[in-house]
């Protein structure tokens, strides 16, 4: 392949997202260096999408990013120095450091032993596991995310409710409690074998008790009422929309076995890109920590 060429493919592969860097140099390299440093390159990845702006969307680092992940592994420099190790590093000479630039020159790669690094075969199945399993992670990430809002929207709900049927509850006690006495002052002033000192008082207790207005009373008990019906409404629709975030994520962890189920398959089949492989089941190992 002839120099131009290689500076372009090479200029192809850098312009890649982070995690398929490194999966290209896995494969290319299993066999020599990346099978025994594969969870160091996996740290590596993780480092330099956990700095860049873009994360794992990005591909490249600046000077100022690049400084920063240099340092995050024990190699702290100066800016001169910092400088010279980028030019060592950036092997396209763009003043930004890739993934695959930093890998070559950690683990002392040209770029067109990079370049022409051999894949392994399987590449198409490979990639639907992989494409499903991104897909299907996405989607499962998203939907307990949502799962657990609903969850702590149902328990407000259910806390409103309980709080209003313990106040309807002391309303009707307060309720109770007036026309208890009201009748129990009536029995008292129409009672013929008490006194007429004891009927007259307990006449006086009862025209005042009924002189005071018992309408707050009332539109305060009919106003949580009303507003219990809307909250218990609330809690129903809640539990509904609970019980189908529920049924989404069990589908969705069922994908995911799946999803698993096929990677096993291509791992245990040969002849595939091992540092590929190896990578998907590194996604999977993280990814299960969240279910």
Not at 36 to 46: A, V
Not at 135 to 150: C, F, G, I
Request: charged residues 35%.
């Amino acid at each position: 392949m002839a120099n131009q060429d290689l500076g372009a493919r090479f200029l192809e592969l850098t312009r890649r997202k982070y995690a398929d860097q490194a999966k290209w140099f896995l494969n290319g390299f299993w066999g020599s260096v990346g099978e025994k440093n594969s969870e160091q390159i996996w740290t590596y990845t993780q480092k330099i999408i956990e700095l860049d702006p873009k994360k794992a969307n990005g591909n490249e680092l600046d000077e100022f990013w690049s400084h920063k992940f240099l340092e995050s592994f024990g190699e702290t420099l100066t800016v001169i120095a910092l400088r010279e190790q980028l030019k060592k590093i950036d092997l396209d000479v763009n003043g930004k450091m890739a993934l695959l630039e930093y890998l070559c020159f950690r683990y002392d790669k040209t770029v067109q032993q990079c370049v022409n690094a051999p894949q392994g075969g399987n590449e198409e199945k490979l990639a639907a596991a992989q494409e499903l399993l991104d897909a299907v992670q996405k989607a499962l990430t998203e939907q307990q995310a949502a799962l657990e809002a609903q969850r702590v929207q149902e328990e407000n709900v259910k806390k409103a409710e309980a709080e209003l049927k313990d106040a309807i509850a002391d309303l009707k006690r307060q309720e109770d409690e007036y026309k208890n006495k009201i009748a129990e002052l009536e029995g008292k002033a129409n009672n013929e074998g008490s006194s007429v000192v004891q009927r007259n008082k307990a006449a006086n207790e009862l025209s005042q008790l009924k002189s005071e207005d018992p309408l707050p009373l009332r539109k305060a008990k009919i106003t949580q009422e009303a507003a219990l019906r809307r909250v218990e409404k609330e809690r129903k629709a809640a539990e509904v929309a609970t019980a189908n975030l529920e049924k989404k994520v069990q589908e969705l962890q069922e994908r995911f076995n799946e999803a698993e189920a096929a990677f096993i398959q291509l791992r245990d089949a040969g002849g595939s890109a091992q540092g590929a492989i190896w990578w998907m089941g590194r996604e999977l190992k993280e990814a299960q920590k969240d279910l």
